[in-house]
Every structure is written in structure tokens, then in C-alpha cells.
């Protein structure tokens, strides 16, 4: 069995985020944040050291914030639908060219300059350029946008974001495995195509496979079955180099092809959201906030660099798909919040820690993506709430 | 009338009908099954949520606008379905029907189908087994049995005459 404190840890855990979440829901906020300062006011660095005991990451933790990416990634699989996509691709990809060319290209600009190096910039790139299709999705709905025409544009650049974040994780991926060579990179970069085009094969031949491997009346065995078919995936992925992430959102996309989907979805969801928040916790569980207050130029500079350019892209999302001043300031003002993507990027940094990014600049990068992340999700949720004012003064001075 | 429909990726489908005066109702489909309903009181404004209702209760709701549910025609023959194929129905004559004033004999109501009229009623009186010199009167109740298609045969018989209740 366990050690003789783990299961009271484990139980920590999820009373704290079961506690900060309904503070979260009280004040309208994402669950996000909270969930990630939890873990960090209970790590050793804070509880640490102002109180007899502090939540430690444990195997399990580890291993259930890893099921959480994968499960976060196989629901963006699962939701997103090439064919939809492609019927409405002019507009989508116009959307998500300007959002990718704006946003990734300062957070290049803004890496390289720091950090003089292209991993690093190719990293805080990624961090800043995703926003969070968790947060606004769950905010468009909150809010009502959702019948709106803003919803259009807003939905359509994070269909594209979904893909472009899909081909990034496995480049990023291949970069952190291969080594410091070119050579390294490549061969690493190789064996991540390979697998790809092996799960591109597999999603459009195995749809049938998985239609009959799903086909129950358990509820039971449909998620045991779920779960067994994209955590193997995942950790094959996982062991050839490849992200684990992208495994397990090939294998959404395979399985929404298929008339279970939305079973699927209805039944699978809660268990993403207890991972997802084991994810958040786990995050802070390993996040020194002094580690947090060295980076903090940089995330104010990155906040203040990033919260215009996801202005702007949203605005001429807004735009391009014809809406007036005032919808497309909100499209503009939707879009600016960072969450679990970033994240997901920041854990891929830390794992690469050692090899071929030094593990100082790794536990930079992992801070800034963290930090950045308490601000903008708390920043993004809050600029969708006072929306209407901002929208009024914008379209009294431009309209 | 035209309908929109959007998909909303990672939320479900959008439907958008024109209403009166320019109004607009927004349906949205949730994945999850959920139904919320909108109305624009015009295309520039805000969307305001008019209610939201489950996957079940949505379909209730829809099958009662659809009127599929809680017709009276439907009713009557769900109520008084006999066993075998024996159907019991019953319409009301009105003022300016072909059958007020004639009597059951006079009227084509035996010629013209093979249904056998077992009651009338008039206001508080009900008249059992009426015979053929019986005067049908507005307002009756007349109350006819016979197989499906025979009261199907007498319902076209009438239809411009009676009114269904």
C-alpha cells in the first residue's frame, strides 16, 4: 500500500481544489488560477516553510497531471471536426493566419531577444500565442455570447489555434528530444513524422475499429474502453519522443468520427475535469513562487506586450467575418485569455529540463509560462465580463 | 421564413430564425444535449436568453409547438381505441352544419359510410341507441363507433360539415 500519509495528501488535494473552485465559481473567475495557486500555496516552497506540512508531488500526482493533458487533448481531438473546418476555411484560416503571424511572431521576437537562443523563443512563442479554448468557450456560454455573432469568429480562430497547437506540440517536442546537433533534431523530428503519419493512417482507416471497440451499452466499459485506447496511445507517444498530447489528439479526432462521440463526451467529461484540475494543482505543486518573482519583469513585459497583439488579431478576426466595431472589440476582447495550452507547453519545457535546454532556463521559461498564465486567464476573464463599457467607449470613438 | 444554422466548434449548433417585427430566436444545441433559447429583439442587438431546457424537455416542448402532442384528434382515438380494431369517436355539429336539422335517417351519414352513431348528446341529456327518425341538432355531440377506417370514411364524410371536438 501507499506510504502512510499519501492517501491524506491525495485527499488534500482535491478538498483544496473542491474549496477554491467554489470560490472561483462565487466571484465569476475561471477555476484555472485558483486551482494552480492552491498547489502553490500548499508546495513546500510557501507551506513549506511557514507551516508544519506541505503537499509534496508524488508519483501519482505526476502521473494524473499527465492523464489530464491527455484527456484535455483528446476532448480538442474529439470537438474538432476537419470537414467543418474546411467549409468554412476562408474565413477561418484568414482568422487564424493574422492571430498565428501577430501573436506567435512577438512571442518569437520577444523569446529571442531574451533569451538569444531559438528553442527558448520558439517556446515562450507557443506559450503566448495559445489562448484558452477551455476559458473563453466556457465564458461565451456563461455570458450568452454564445448566440451571438461574435461566437463565429471567436470559435473559428480556436479551431485553427487547435491545429497549429497540434503540429507545434510535435515540433516543440522533437526540438527538447533531439540533441544539441542538427543531426539530433532531425532524426528526433523523424521519428515524430513517422508517428504522425502512422496515427494520420490510423485515423483514417481505423475509424470502423473503433467504432466496433466502443460499441457498448456499458457505460462502464465505453469509458474503460476510452481510456484504454488513448492513454496506451498517448504513452506510446510519449516513450518514442513524440508528444504525448498530440497522441492522444489524434486519437479524439479518430474517435469523433465515430457515432459515440457524443456518449462519449457526456460520459468522459467529468473524468478530464478531475484530471484537468489534478493538472492545474500539480502545476503550482511544483512552482516556487520566488522563482515566479525572478521572472516577473518578464511576464509583466510579456503581458504587456501580448494583451494588444491578441487585441488586434481578434479584432480583424471580428472583421474579416463582417461584424461591426463594436461585436468585433468583443471578439477582440474574448480571445485574450491564455489558460491550459500555455500550460501544457510550460510542463513540455520542464520535462526538457537538463537535456538540450539548461535546466535554469527551463525553470524560467516554466515560471514565466505560469505566471503569465495567472494573469492573463484572471485578466481575459475579467475583460469579458466588463466588456460592454470597453465596447462602448471603443465604438463612440471609432464608429 | 429563413433559418441559419452555424456550427460552433467545441459548443454544438446555432439555429437562427426571423420572428415578427425583425426580432430574431436564437437556438443554440449544445453538445451536451442541452437547449438554450435567445431572442434578438432585432439583428444588432444583444442576444437574451429566454429559457434553457434539457434534451428531454426540449423535445417535449418542441413536439407541443409541433402540435404532435395533446391534438384532440389524436387523443380521442389514443382514449377510445377498442380492443381489436374498433375505434370510438365523437364530433360536435355546429350551427351552420349540413346535418343540423335532418334527421340521422334524412342525413348520408349511413349511406355514405358504415358507422354506426351509438349516442347523442345534447347539453346534460344523453340520448342512447338513437334511431334512424332522430333530428340531429347544433351543438349535438354526435358519439360513432366503427372500425378505424370506417370512422376515418365518415370523418372525410363530415369534414366540411362538423367540427371536430
Known amino acids: ?399 | 421564413m429563413t433559418v441559419y444554422e452555424t456550427d460552433l466548434p467545441g459548443v454544438g449548433r446555432k439555429f437562427e430564425i426571423d420572428v415578427d417585427n425583425g426580432a430574431q430566436l436564437v437556438i443554440v444545441i449544445h453538445n451536451t444535449g442541452k437547449r438554450e433559447v435567445y431572442r434578438k429583439p432585432n439583428p444588432e442587438a444583444d442576444a437574451e436568453k429566454v429559457f434553457e431546457a434539457s434534451n428531454q424537455l426540449s423535445q417535449t416542448i418542441g413536439s407541443i409547438l409541433e402540435g404532435a402532442k395533446f391534438q384532440p384528434v389524436e387523443v380521442d382515438h389514443e382514449g377510445t381505441m377498442l380492443p381489436g380494431d374498433t375505434v370510438l369517436e365523437w364530433y360536435t355539429v355546429t350551427p351552420d352544419s349540413e346535418l343540423a336539422g335532418c334527421s340521422l335517417g334524412e342525413s348520408a351519414i349511413r349511406e355514405g359510410s358504415d358507422v354506426l352513431v351509438v349516442a347523442i348528446q345534447r347539453g346534460e341529456e344523453i340520448i342512447t341507441s338513437p334511431g334512424p327518425d332522430t333530428t340531429v341538432e347544433p351543438g349535438d355531440v354526435l358519439v360513432v363507433i366503427g372500425t378505424q377506417s370506417q370512422v376515418l370514411d365518415f370523418e372525410t364524410l363530415v369534414a366540411d360539415e362538423v367540427t371536430e371536438e
Open chain 1, 1 to 399: 500500500m501507499a506510504g502512510e500519509t499519501a492517501l491524506l495528501e491525495l485527499g488534500l488535494l482535491f478538498a483544496a481544489v473542491g474549496l477554491v473552485g467554489a470560490l472561483a465559481a462565487r466571484i465569476d473567475q475561471s477555476v484555472i488560477p485558483f486551482y494552480i495557486l492552491a498547489g502553490m500555496v500548499l508546495n513546500p516552497f510557501v507551506a513549506g516553510r511557514v507551516a508544519p506540512i506541505s503537499l509534496e508531488t508524488t508519483p501519482f500526482v505526476e502521473l494524473g497531471a499527465e492523464v489530464g493533458i491527455v484527456l484535455l487533448l483528446l476532448f480538442l481531438g474529439l470537438e474538432f471536426n476537419l470537414d467543418r473546418l474546411l467549409a468554412d476555411r476562408a474565413r477561418i484560416s484568414a482568422a487564424g493566419a493574422i492571430d498565428f503571424a501577430i501573436n506567435f511572431g512577438v512571442g518569437l521576437l520577444l523569446g529571442y531577444v531574451l533569451f538569444r537562443a531559438v528553442l527558448p523563443a520558439f517556446l515562450i512563442a507557443g506559450a503566448v500565442y495559445i489562448s484558452s479554448s477551455a476559458i473563453i468557450s466556457k465564458s461565451l456560454i456563461d455570458l450568452g455570447w454564445i448566440a451571438n455573432d461574435e461566437a463565429s469568429p471567436i470559435l473559428g480562430t480556436l479551431v485553427a489555434e487547435d491545429l497549429l497547437i497540434a503540429l507545434y506540440l510535435v515540433v516543440a517536442s522533437a526540438m527538447l528530444a533531439g540533441g544539441s546537433d542538427l543531426a539530433g533534431t532531425v532524426q528526433s523530428m523523424g521519428v515524430a513524422v513517422g508517428f504522425m503519419l502512422g496515427l494520420l493512417v490510423v485515423v483514417h482507416y481505423g475509424t470502423p475499429v473503433f467504432e466496433a471497440l466502443l460499441e457498448t451499452n456499458s457505460r462502464e466499459f465505453l469509458v474503460l474502453r476510452a481510456l484504454g485506447l488513448v492513454v496506451p496511445i498517448a504513452g506510446l507517444g510519449l516513450l518514442l519522443g513524440v508528444s504525448e498530447a498530440v497522441a492522444a489528439f489524434f486519437v479524439g479526432m479518430a474517435v469523433s468520427a465515430t457515432g459515440h462521440v457524443s456518449r462519449l463526451e457526456t460520459l468522459l467529461e467529468p473524468v478530464r475535469d478531475v484530471f484537468a484540475a489534478i493538472f492545474f494543482f500539480w502545476i503550482g505543486l511544483v512552482t516556487d513562487p520566488l522563482l515566479l518573482g525572478e521572472v516577473l519583469g518578464l511576464i509583466v513585459l510579456a503581458v504587456f506586450l501580448t494583451t494588444p497583439t491578441k487585441l488586434a488579431s481578434g479584432y480583424l478576426a471580428g472583421r474579416i467575418y463582417g461584424l461591426n466595431v463594436r461585436r468585433s472589440t468583443r471578439v477582440a476582447l474574448g480571445m485574450t485569455t491564455r489558460g491550459e495550452f500555455t500550460l501544457i507547453i510550460a510542463a513540455l519545457a520542464l520535462s526538457g529540463a537538463g537535456g538540450v535546454l539548461s535546466t535554469g532556463l527551463a525553470e524560467t521559461i516554466y515560471a514565466f509560462a505560469v505566471g503569465y498564465v495567472l494573469v492573463m486567464s484572471v485578466l481575459g476573464t475579467t475583460l469579458m465580463q466588463y466588456a460592454t463599457p470597453i465596447e462602448n467607449a471603443v465604438s463612440r470613438r471609432f464608429a
